[in-house]
């Protein structure tokens, strides 16, 4: 059974940072590359960041660049997302994918909401 469950969001202050991470489960990990994605309330799906297999290669939004740090454990089977300098545009649902098409995993996400 495929599973993919974040955890590390909360109720954060603007400018304090925060660690989410992704743990997965039933599938072979190391071979799918993984993303994070997030939802603001009312907006659509945004991408955040997105990591190869290996983690020698990553890319980012425009919008999160020079803040946001994603990574991997392929020991641990978990993808992370370190998020720096927090503001409140950052309040969303947060979200991991695991990709290899044709599969296409998603995890339930994690709230980070953002507010003095």
């Known amino acids: 059974q495929v599973q993919l469950v974040e955890s590390g969001g909360g109720l954060v202050q603007p400018g304090w940072s925060l660690r989410l991470s992704c743990v997965a489960s039933?599938?072979?990990?190391?071979?799918?590359?993984m993303n994070w994605y997030r939802q603001a309330p009312g907006k659509g799906r945004e991408f955040v960041a997105y990591?190869?297999?290996?983690?020698?290669?990553?890319s980012y939004a425009d919008s999160v660049k020079g803040r946001f740090i994603i990574s991997r454990d392929n020991v641990k089977n978990t993808v992370y997302l370190q998020i720096n300098a927090l503001k409140p545009d950052d309040t969303a649902v947060y979200s991991c994918?695991?990709?290899?098409?044709?599969?296409?995993?998603w995890g339930q996400g994690t709230q980070v909401t953002v507010s003095s």
């Open positions: 039933g599938f072979t990990f190391s071979g799918y590359f």
């Open positions: 990591i190869s297999e290996r983690g020698d290669y990553t």
């Open positions: 994918n695991a990709r290899r098409l044709p599969f296409d995993y």
